[in-house]
């Protein structure tokens, strides 16, 4: 019984991470950490930028929202969806894991995000594009930026990984 105990708590976790950049080095570290604490799901929430940098993400169950800087938004879609047929890509993912209704998007679509946390549906909801970590109660809402991996902005680089269940989360640095 506590075998499977177990197995259930681990699947309450899932990883978040976004703005990658195609820092590619930083990218297989936070992947690394996240198949370490055997988190099997995966928000990216945006701005990989090419469909190259998106091959690192096979080995997860991983829902993607394109960012403002993913101008190859078809290919990294199809290179996403060919490694999982479960994947997804979008510019907003809804969607209910382990019971637990969540949304996201990059946050360069101001208004969207806005919708998403106003909306009253979603404990969670997701996003990047600022590369400033988040971590904050709108209403009902909480709302997650998990920093950045890549690009020239802000804070230390940064990933987070959230219980679904118990709300502990943890942002984790890359260095």
Do not use: W
Not at 18 to 37: C, G, P, V
């Amino acid at each position: 019984i506590y075998g499977d105990r177990m197995s259930i708590l681990l699947l309450m976790k899932i990883g978040i991470l976004s703005d990658t950049h195609n820092h590619i080095e930083n990218l297989q570290k936070a992947l690394a950490i996240f198949k370490q604490r055997k988190i099997e799901i995966l928000i990216h929430c945006g701005d990989v930028n090419t469909p190259e940098t998106a091959v690192n993400l096979q080995g997860f169950l991983v829902h993607y929202v394109y960012g403002n800087t993913d101008h190859a938004q078809m290919h990294i879609g199809s290179v996403v969806r060919d490694l999982n047929p479960q994947n997804s890509a979008g510019l907003v993912f809804t969607e209910e894991i382990d019971g637990v209704k969540l949304a996201a998007t990059h946050g360069h679509l101001f208004t969207e995000l806005e919708k998403l946390i106003a909306d009253g549906r979603y404990p969670y909801v997701f996003h990047g594009h600022t590369h400033q970590r988040r971590d904050e109660m709108v209403g009902q809402t909480r709302v997650i930026n998990p920093g950045a991996l890549g690009g020239t902005q802000y804070e230390p680089r940064s990933i987070c990984i959230l219980d679904l269940h118990s709300g502990d989360l943890e942002f984790i640095e890359i260095t």
